[in-house]
């Protein structure tokens, strides 16, 4: 048996985690005055044209259901919960977030849809510390690495979660952008810590999961969309290493490798959790399982698509294998 037809039952998982993104939730909530301006009056164009007939709350109330059935160990949401980036819509998302699970059970990073245009002195998507922001089990990791690098303990992003020998290291790309533009931007004090995090926890022998809402590679989305320093994170990873790295965004399926000394990293895409029905590249609604096994010398990925084969069918198991490189 070749190593990319094993299935699940050569290795029992050590750590299962689901990954959605991009849920746009919905129903869009009333605008206040003070948040109009001309890029929220297009994309509340778009909403009321196209997008509310997308993004499904029932579709994504039945993956979050069938997520729940399949008891993972964690939940991953990588951005892109709300739409215009409302105050309204970051309340919503975090009783949303609420009802996956607790803060210590799911890990949220922003999308471009969370920081959309500005809102004045509103807290945002700050709403959603709890859980953005390091685990019980990083408190302590968190505190050190931050003072390190001469920041304070609370330093947003990136933000480390560990559960034992695998750690999460979730990083923001979400910034406010012009009309017509979903681009993203880490920046270099989010790099060059970045740099650092993953040094230290390759160094623990940890399998390293970073999070992000943008595909974080040059080339991976199109112009107006794509991630500004995908270069610069690109080069981070190449030098410094990482076993998975998990983004949304594009709203498709999409696998690519990237090398590093310690191992080609896989990097994978998954589609809109909340889609109703196919649209133009976007398949409907998904999530992914990642079946971990960590007693290797590298772990054992196993990567389960779950959801709509079609509109209004059951959630489903699409897809089911093994993320090795020979796997293409
Ligand atoms: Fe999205
Ligand atoms: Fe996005």
């Known amino acids: 048996m070749t190593e990319a037809n094993r299935r699940s039952t050569d290795f029992t998982p050590d750590f299962t985690l689901a990954h959605l993104s991009d849920v746009h939730l919905s129903p869009l909530p009333p605008i206040g005055a ?3 301006n001309l890029k929220r009056l297009l994309g509340w164009l778009n909403w009321q044209r196209r997008r509310r ?24 949401v990588t951005g892109d919960l709300a739409n215009l980036g409302l105050p309204a819509e970051h309340e919503a998302a ?9 803060a210590e059970r799911v890990t949220v990073i922003p999308g471009n849809h969370d920081i959309y245009s500005h809102i004045g002195a509103d807290r945002g998507t700050g709403r959603w ?17 931050a003072q390190s690098a001469g920041m304070s303990g609370d330093a947003a992003f990136p933000f480390v979660r560990r559960f034992g020998k695998l750690a999460i290291i979730a990083l923001n790309s979400a910034v ?9 931007r880490i920046g270099k004090a989010q790099l060059d810590r970045l740099a650092r995090i993953l040094d230290r926890l390759g160094a623990e022998g940890l399998m390293r999961v970073v999070l992000i809402h943008h595909p974080p590679l040059p080339g991976l989305a199109k112009a107006r969309h794509d991630l500004q320093d995908a270069d610069a994170l690109a080069e981070v990873l190449a030098r410094h290493g990482a076993e998975l790295v998990l983004h949304g965004h594009e709203h498709i399926s999409s696998e690519h490798w990237h090398p590093a000394p310690s191992g080609h990293i896989p990097i994978i895409g998954v589609p809109s959790a909340s889609l109703a029905r196919p649209y133009k590249k976007e398949p409907p609604a998904r999530y992914h399982l990642y079946r971990v096994a960590l007693d290797t010398n590298r772990p054992s990925i196993e990567l389960i698509a779950r959801g709509l084969a079609e509109p209004g069918g059951p959630i489903i198991e699409l897809e089911r294998r093994l993320i090795v490189p020979d796997s293409q």
């Open 53 to 76: 007939h997308l993004y499904s709350r029932d579709v994504l109330d039945r993956i979050v259901a069938d997520i729940a059935e399949q008891a993972p160990d964690h939940i991953a």
């Open 129 to 145: 510390h709890p859980h953005m922001s390091p685990n019980t089990a990083a408190a302590d990791y968190a505190i050190a690495e």
């Open 176 to 184: 406010p952008t012009r009309p017509f533009y979903a681009i993203g």
């Open 34 to 36: 003070r948040h109009w």
């Open 94 to 102: 975090l009783a949303w977030l609420r009802t996956l699970g607790d």
